[in-house]
């Protein structure tokens, strides 16, 4: 890296860890991640896994901005599938042991069900996956956490990707378990998907708000940008918001993002 932008990766990785403390819910996570974070470690797919003691196993969950094959997603949520059993093992058993990321080239070898899932990974346009985790306390060969990001295109940066995984693995292992005590507290469940709005039924106006909400600008931004003023960029973003079925910002932004609805526009 060059002076400058050893800065910026330090100043970036400043803000990321100082936002991180305040996030305690889904949605909240999923922005975070979004957020100042893909400067550090670009991604389209992050896969969270946490311990649950009720089940003495790994469960998780997927936030995803690209589209995935049906095989693949069900794959990545179940902890037990022959993908996910494989990349925890091979994180304890490598460089997991000494607290470093894993880097992952695709199309993956193994067993028959290993082999099926590579043109999904294909058809997503994904050749990498980055895998880190934290091992659980006094157990070294358990895991407490796994992460599991991958973006399409980024042929190069591998090195750098690793290390700003090794950077950011405490800040995503803490903000992820607190999402999880926070949730359980609440007795809090996962929403029940909004019906999913096409293409055609958001509007290019609307997509362009969604795209400002993205970049973290304000109605008053936004406004300017487009020129109208920042009462119907508000009306804009009730209409959204009813639209996808959201309550928020972030809850729409999510949706928009998991259907694709921002496709071409500035990230």
């Known amino acids: 890296m060059t002076e400058s932008s050893t800065v910026a990766h330090a100043e970036a990785l400043a ?14 996570f999923f922005v975070w991640s979004q957020g100042r974070m893909q400067l550090l470690l670009p991604h389209k797919l992050l896969v969270c896994g946490s311990y649950d003691r009720s089940r003495k196993a790994l469960s998780f969950e997927v936030f995803n901005s690209i589209a995935l094959p049906e095989a693949l997603m069900a794959a990545l949520l179940d902890g037990q599938s022959p993908l996910m059993r494989m990349l925890a ?20 070898s193994g067993e028959p069900a290993l082999l099926e899932l590579n043109p999904q990974w294909a058809d997503a346009g994904i050749t990498e ?48 378990l607190r999402v999880q005590t926070v949730e359980h507290e609440l007795g809090a469940r996962p929403a029940a998907p909004a019906p999913a709005a096409t293409a055609a039924q958001i509007t290019e106006r609307e997509r362009q708000i969604l795209s400002g909400v993205r970049q973290g600008l304000s109605n008053q931004q936004i406004g300017e940008r487009l020129n109208i003023s920042p009462f119907t960029v508000k009306n804009h973003v009730q209409k959204i918001l009813r639209k996808l079925g959201a309550t928020n910002r972030a809850q729409a932004l999510a949706c928009a993002m998991n259907q694709n609805l921002l496709d071409g526009l500035p990230a």
């Open 129 to 176: 996956l980055l895998v880190h985790g934290v091992s659980r306390p006094q157990r070294s060969d358990e895991l407490e956490s796994l992460f599991l990001l991958a973006s399409p295109g980024l042929p190069e940066g591998a090195a750098q990707r690793r290390l700003a995984l090794d950077q950011l693995l405490p800040h995503l292992h803490r903000s992820w």
């Open 89 to 108: 093992g091979l994180w304890l058993s490598g460089p997991g042991r000494i607290g470093r990321a894993l880097s992952l080239a695709l199309p993956l």
């Open 15 to 28: 803000q990321v860890v100082a936002s991180g403390v305040e996030v305690g819910r889904r949605h909240q």
